[in-house]
């Protein structure tokens, strides 16, 4: 039998992209759809028939029966929030419990996990990194430190063990002088969550996966957030707590790197970040605000403004690099309608300093740029490359030549029907 392939789909900036999207577009081609990292802190927006539905950790191949969704062990689960998620699927009439496994090795993200992120982020006063709040940082840090809880702890004397997690937290919380909480009707709702989850299959998916590969079935590594959020690669302290790069498919699932196939890597054909930290091409102008309104540059999860700004190919051939990413597929094209000259930064410049890589430390630099002109038509409408005017055909042939990969994919809008697959 011939061994089947993990592919892997990453956002390669900040995230944001439209993930969800494109896993949906995708998975016909898959037999498994597995999240290897994150947890609600990724909001992943999927439209179509005219519904919107907004993933924060279940995969977002759960709309195609017949096909397996795994949680991996990467990621950190919050039963109360993972019991809301999956009860409105479940309400519009899809079947989860057939298809949704989840790794006994995930980590759970407790009540006050949630508290113990606020209580830090209080701490760091103006240098707060800009969480969302969910739980994640403190949830990994314990995952670090070996004292957190996981799915499987769900099996065994699980009252026990959570009671006792609690305690140290709260005595954290004593030390930090944060007192002024009440996680009473959160917790209630939590040990609902846990209930819940007990009625999904809770397996080493790391097992189940390489089962399914030794019997030639394909996998799709859906990632979260982006890689310049990845703890050691991004644009730390402002990141993610998990390894959101190719690297995290490996320790996130439980394969070799051998099993990797194709690398796909989603980005905009411009620049969104949220929360805070450097980002050299940031625009404070009404093409900023413009760039906000057209493209809904708010946060599917905490509903934040998105900062915005012009594409950067800087962090594009670093991420590529990191990855090692064998397609590009850039969404929301349809943004830049009507944009006169259309901007891509080339070099970062500081204290009369230009480089074309990655810097250790990125605040503080400039963006130096490379105007391009734009096209005024609609791409909306468009359903195929040959409609495309030809000042956007120029556009994709100078990122390509630029970063040095094809880019396959094109997104003309929201709709999963607006999605263009480009002639190889």
């Known amino acids: 039998m011939t061994q089947g392939k993990v592919d892997a789909l990453l956002g390669i900036v900040f995230g944001d992209e439209g993930k969800g999207k494109v896993v949906d577009v995708f998975t016909p ?5 597995a999240r290897f990292a994150g947890g609600p802190n990724a909001g992943h927006t999927i439209i179509f028939n005219g519904k919107k539905f907004v993933l924060r ?56 996990h949630r508290v113990l992120d606020r209580a830090y982020e209080a701490a760091k006063g103006k240098n707060a990194v800009g969480t969302t709040g969910k739980g994640i940082g403190p949830t990994y ?11 499987g702890d769900i099996i065994h004397d699980f009252p026990a063990k959570y009671e006792a997690l609690k305690a140290r937290h709260e005595q954290i919380l004593r030390d930090l002088h944060y007192t002024d909480y009440d ?6 709702r939590w040990l609902e969550g846990i209930e819940y989850m007990r009625l999904f299959p809770l397996t080493d998916t790391g097992i189940e996966i390489n089962r399914l590969l030794a019997e030639g079935k394909n996998i799709l590594a859906e990632g979260a957030q982006g890689t310049m959020l990845d703890i050691d690669h991004g644009t730390y302290p402002f990141v993610s707590s998990s390894n959101t790069t190719t690297g995290g498919v490996c320790t996130g699932l439980g394969i070799g790197p051998n099993k ?43 509903g934040r403004n998105r900062r915005c700004g012009w594409i950067d190919l800087v962090a594009l051939r670093y991420a590529i690099m990191i990855n090692g990413v064998t397609q590009l597929i850039m969404m929301k094209s349809d943004v830049l309608d009507g944009f006169p000259v259309i901007r891509a930064c080339v070099a970062y410049e500081r204290d ?73």
Not at 183 to 188: G, T, Y
Request: glycine fraction near 8%.
């Open 183 to 188: 996680i009473q009707d959160e917790e209630k």
């Open 57 to 112: 950790s279940i995969p977002s191949g759960i709309f195609d029966e017949g096909k397996i969704n795994i949680i991996g062990n990467g990621c950190v689960i919050a039963p109360d929030l993972f019991m809301q998620e999956a009860q409105e699927l479940e309400a519009a009439g899809y079947d989860l419990r057939s298809r949704l496994h989840i790794s006994t090795r995930a980590h759970l993200i407790l009540p006050t």
């Open 352 to 424: 009369g300093i230009r480089t074309t890589d990655m810097p250790f430390d990125t605040e503080g630099w400039n963006a130096v740029y490379r105007d391009l002109p734009g096209w005024n038509e609609d791409l909306t409408t468009m359903t195929s490359e040959d409609q495309f005017p030809k000042t956007f055909r120029d556009y994709i042939h100078y990122l390509e030549t630029e970063l040095q990969t094809p880019i396959t994919i094109i997104s003309v809008g929201p709709d999963r029907a607006q999605t263009i697959v480009r002639a190889s």
């Open 29 to 33: 081609r898959y037999d498994v759809v």
């Open 260 to 302: 990797i196939g194709e690398v796909y890597g989603i980005f905009k054909a411009y620049s969104t970040r949220v929360g805070a930290g450097p980002f050299p091409v940031e625009l404070f102008d009404e093409t900023g605000d413009r760039l906000r309104e057209i493209g809904h540059e708010y946060g599917a999860v905490t």
């Open 141 to 151: 840090s314990e995952k670090a430190s070996r004292t957190g809880l996981r799915v």
